[in-house]
């Protein structure tokens, strides 16, 4: 049982450029979340999905997309990084019980942009 | 704007010493605050959660408390360990247990002195 894991760890793109981040759970969770961390911050949400197929905005939409195409995976995709989209990007996952909303979070992937 | 926040970027506390990290929130909606522990070049490890209805909650070595009146969240950690150093977040639902993402604190770095 690997919970969460992320792919890449590492990525570094020069301004313009695309990439996807790959997000994968094994707990048959319903729900995957795409966070963003900066320095001195806590997570911010970009994107969310709450079951295969679907996808809603978070916080901090703008410049990224994601898609929900199976259950156990959720990717993140930039079309044209930018500077401004350096950061930590972590995956989360839950099994929304209708009580508890607790997240379980993968590694984490460290994105520059040149 | 941010609905969460901490008092100290930064706690220094004595090996053996009892650790209490606070948290303040603004959002008299939320019903369900989780504290998460955050490593190094880690993502955030669930450690605790509580929902409004409680005003208190044990777990091994951490209790969380809750003071809906003033808004206040915080977190002991008894006899805090080498390991215990690392970054704290509090997070809130202010959707009612909702799937919408969590909505995190900037976080407080614990510090262990030897």
């Known amino acids: 049982n690997a919970g969460v894991t992320q792919t890449p760890k590492f990525r570094v793109l020069k301004t313009g450029q695309s990439m996807t981040l790959l997000c994968a759970q094994d707990?048959?969770?319903?729900?995957m979340y795409w966070y963003r961390q900066d320095p001195g911050m806590g997570l911010r949400l970009i994107h969310y999905?709450?079951?295969?197929?679907?996808?809603a905005k978070g916080e901090v939409p703008d410049g990224y997309n994601v898609s929900r195409l199976k259950k156990q995976n959720f990717l993140l995709g930039l079309e044209s990084a930018a500077p401004s989209q350096t950061s930590v990007y972590f995956c989360?996952?839950?099994?929304?019980?209708?009580?508890?909303?607790?997240?379980?979070f993968g590694p984490g992937t460290r994105l520059t942009v040149l | 704007g941010e609905s969460v926040g901490l008092h100290l970027p930064t706690l220094s506390v004595q090996e053996g010493d009892n650790s209490i990290i606070n948290c303040a929130y603004s959002?008299?909606?939320?019903?369900?605050f989780i504290w998460y522990k955050q490593e190094s070049g880690k993502g955030p490890q669930f450690i605790i959660d509580?929902?409004?209805?409680?005003d208190k909650r044990q777990g091994q070595r951490v209790t969380v408390l809750l003071n809906k009146t003033v808004k206040h969240l915080s977190l002991q950690i008894a006899a805090t360990q080498p390991g215990d150093s690392a970054v704290y977040f509090c997070?809130?639902?202010?959707?009612?247990?909702?799937?919408?993402?969590?909505?995190f604190g900037k976080g407080t770095h614990l510090i262990i002195q030897p």
């Open positions: 997070a809130e639902n202010p959707r009612g247990g909702g799937a919408d993402g969590l909505t």
């Open positions: 999905s709450v079951g295969e197929g679907t996808t």
């Open positions: 707990m048959n969770h319903e729900y």
């Open positions: 989360a996952s839950s099994s929304f019980s209708g009580v508890r909303d607790t997240q379980y």
């Open positions: 959002n008299s909606a939320s019903d369900y």
């Open positions: 509580i929902r409004s209805n409680m």
